[in-house]
T-cell receptor, first 112, second 113 residues
Framework: AQSVTQPDIHITVSEGASLELRCNYS??????LFWYVQSPGQGLQLLLK??????LVQGIKGFEAEFKRSQSSFNLRKPSVHWSDAAEYFC??????????FGAGTRLTVKP | DGGITQSPKYLFRKEGQNVTLSCEQN?????MYWYRQDPGQGLRLIYY???????QKGDIAEGYSVSREKKESFPLTVTSAQKNPTAFYLC????????????FGEGSRLTVL
């Protein structure tokens, strides 16, 4: 089955600073890639997804991610972080049979 | 409003007891999922179902069972065979034909006393 690695367990950034969260995947075919965000004690919300086409995808809340096949990566970025972005972020990879696998998550703390 | 409802939100269980977590959706989605979430381990897939009366094991199915008798419902039973059941459980659903957008419930927190 496919798998996802998020190397950073916890990241702290200052409000207004840029953000990049790393994601590496393993999958034998063309991957379907996703970023989800989770607020404490809640379910997950989809930020953005990549299926094919333009490797730079735009999502909600000002987030974007870039698919790099050569590096098996799908890093999430935001130019200027807001305090409300503090949450846990999950990268996921999906397959045609509806099988979805998630990474361990990266917890984002935003300093004022 | 359409969505996914998980119940109960909090559940306490004694060791050796089976417990069933409910998941109901009114989104008319074909696929449904159960994930377990533990700190530092992200979401791990327990079971998923693409269609009524069919389901597949995920990475950590041992000690769990599911049924899919109705499109709207995908209950998860945590059996006494699950050695470490204390966790946050998330149910999700998606449309048929993979699009990747999973809609999640608010989760059920199970604590074994």
């Amino acid at each position: 089955a496919q798998s996802v690695t998020q190397p950073d367990i916890h990241i702290t950034v200052s409000e207004g600073a840029s953000l990049e969260l790393r994601c590496n995947y393993s999958y034998g075919a063309t991957p379907y890639l996703f970023w989800y965000v989770q607020s404490p004690g809640q379910g997950l919300q989809l930020l953005l997804k990549y299926f094919s086409g333009d490797t730079l995808v735009q999502g909600i809340k000002g987030f974007e991610a870039e698919f790099k096949r050569s590096q098996s990566s799908f890093n999430l970025r935001k130019p200027s972080v807001h305090w409300s972005d503090a949450a846990e972020y999950f990268c996921a990879v999906g397959a045609d049979n509806n099988d979805m696998r998630f990474g361990a998550g990266t917890r984002l703390t935003v300093k004022p | 409003d359409g969505g996914i409802t998980q119940s109960p939100k909090y559940l306490f269980r004694k060791e050796g007891q089976n417990v069933t977590l409910s998941c109901e959706q009114n989104l008319n989605h074909d696929a449904m999922y159960w994930y377990r979430q533990d700190p530092g381990q992200g979401l791990r897939l327990i079971y998923y179902s693409q269609i009524v009366n069919d389901f597949q094991k995920g990475d950590i199915a041992e000690g769990y069972s599911v049924s899919r008798e109705k499109k709207e419902s995908f209950p998860l039973t945590v059996t006494s065979a699950q050695k470490n059941p204390t966790a946050f459980y998330l149910c999700a659903s998606s449309i048929a034909g993979f699009t990747g957008e999973l809609f999640f419930g608010e989760g059920s927190r199970l604590t074994v006393l």
